[in-house]
């Protein structure tokens, strides 16, 4: 919601009339939420290290890889070259298509009551995979959408 805000009032030009205490708090936390996030995924992969044998499934494993780092770059890059859209967020579908699986789907699965030792496999593994791949994706994206 935040953010519908936030940009309606760029849009309207209204963020010249927003006070400078303000701006100046929102800027703080920006500023503090990489380090926060670091923290929190850090605190919430530390019981699963301490077991690295139940890291490492080998149906999670594959099955993720293949969504993740063949189906879903498959798509997103069927759509970086047929929308019609600026080249710049082109560059942006193909270089998201490229990634593995984000570490914030732990956190996510953990507090909504989910799988998150799942969620850890799937994100090792891609991660591991997508060390490979990603340099692959990356230039036959390059190749195919421009």
Same mark, same amino acid.
């Given at each position: 919601?935040?953010?519908?805000?936030?940009?309606?009032?760029?849009?309207?030009?209204?963020?010249?009339?927003?006070?400078?205490?303000?701006?100046?708090?929102? @800027?703080?936390?920006?500023?503090?939420?990489? &380090?926060?996030?670091?923290?929190?995924?850090?605190?919430?992969?530390?019981?699963?290290?301490?077991?690295?044998?139940?890291?490492?499934?080998?149906?999670?494993?594959?099955?993720?890889?293949?969504?993740?780092?063949?189906?879903? &770059?498959?798509?997103?890059?069927?759509?970086?070259?047929?929308? &019609?859209? &600026?080249?710049?967020?082109?560059?942006?579908?193909?270089?998201?298509?490229?990634?593995?699986?984000?570490?914030?789907?732990?956190?996510?699965?953990? @507090?909504?009551?989910?799988?998150?030792?799942?969620?850890?496999?799937?994100?090792?593994?891609?991660?591991?995979?997508?060390?490979?791949?990603?340099?692959?994706?990356?230039?036959?994206?390059?190749?195919?959408?421009?």
């Amino acid at each position: 919601m935040s953010l519908v805000v936030a940009v309606g009032a760029n849009l309207l030009g209204l963020s010249e009339y927003v006070p400078a205490l303000f701006k100046d708090v929102v @800027h703080l936390c920006a500023a503090c939420a990489v &380090p926060l996030a670091l923290l929190l995924i850090g605190a919430t992969l530390y019981e699963y290290v301490l077991r690295p044998a139940s890291l490492f499934d080998v149906r999670v494993g594959v099955g993720s890889c293949a969504v993740r780092l063949l189906l879903l &770059p498959v798509f997103m890059l069927l759509l970086a070259r047929y929308l &019609p859209c &600026p080249v710049d967020l082109k560059r942006v579908i193909l270089v998201q298509a490229a990634m593995p699986a984000g570490v914030l789907s732990l956190v996510i699965a953990k @507090h909504y009551g989910g799988q998150p030792l799942t969620a850890v496999r799937v994100v090792i593994a891609t991660t591991l995979v997508g060390l490979g791949v990603i340099p692959l994706w990356l230039k036959a994206g390059l190749l195919w959408v421009f």
